[in-house]
């Protein structure tokens, strides 16, 4: 079985620039989860998609980062303007739905400098 | 509110020796608790959960209600043993609250 691919793998990008991350989920999963791990923490939820509809976004940053599931299956989130705390690894997770185990992607090391 | 702790940053034992990673959560209701290990240059997998009371790769962790804790455990840890170890709690909306992480090195 296939694991939920993201690209890519890194980037670095000045501030103020936009950035997209793109998320492939494994397939068959409905729920689909975008975290950000910055170092020496563990991840935080950005947004939880059920197929296409958002489940929880209240800690994205709605302002600068926002994200889209529009067929149910494949995700892009996406940072404009981007700031220097924003350099984390971006991770992508996909369920069969909202109970059961999640799976992980390599993640998006992203460099504001 | 929801939360989970890990106390410890960096653990570091002997190969042989017994591995314990500290977890405590605070959820007033029923909690369901995970660890995930992130080994070097792989990506976060799930080790275990608490309802499945299972041991995987000899590790075991109890949840303790009265002390609100979950913690992982090894009698005998292996090199191989060494990563990032994280406790993760789902909360009442299915989203997983996660602790900062603990580091296991395990020394020759």
């Known amino acids: 079985e296939a694991g939920v691919a993201q690209s890519p793998r890194y980037k670095i990008i000045e501030k103020r620039q936009s950035v997209a991350f793109w998320c492939n989920p494994i397939s068959g999963h409905a729920t689909l989860y975008w975290y950000q791990q910055i170092l020496g923490q563990g991840p935080k939820l950005l947004i939880q998609?059920?197929?296409?509809?958002?489940?929880?976004d209240s800690q994205l940053p709605k302002d600068r980062f926002s994200a889209e599931r529009l067929k149910g299956v494949d995700s892009t989130l996406k940072i404009q303007p981007a700031k220097l705390e924003d350099s984390a690894v971006y991770l992508c997770?996909?369920?069969?739905?909202?109970?059961?185990?999640?799976?992980f992607g390599q993640g998006t090391r992203l460099t504001v400098v | 509110a929801q939360r989970v702790t890990q106390p410890e940053k960096l653990l570091s034992v002997f190969k042989g020796a017994p591995v314990e990673l500290k977890c405590n959560y605070s959820y007033s209701g029923s909690p369901e608790l995970f660890w995930y290990v992130q080994y070097s240059r792989q990506r976060l997998q799930l080790l275990l959960r608490?309802?499945?009371?299972?041991s995987i790769k000899g590790f075991t962790a109890d949840l303790n209600k009265g002390e609100t804790s979950f913690h992982l455990k090894k009698p005998f840890a292996q090199e191989e043993d060494s990563a990032m170890y994280y406790c993760a709690h789902k909360g009442s909306n299915y989203q997983l609250i996660w602790g900062a992480g603990t580091k296991l090195i395990i020394k020759p």
């Open positions: 608490h309802i499945s009371r299972e």
């Open positions: 997770a996909s369920s069969l739905n909202l109970r059961t185990e999640a799976f």
């Open positions: 998609f059920q197929n296409n509809g958002v489940v929880d």
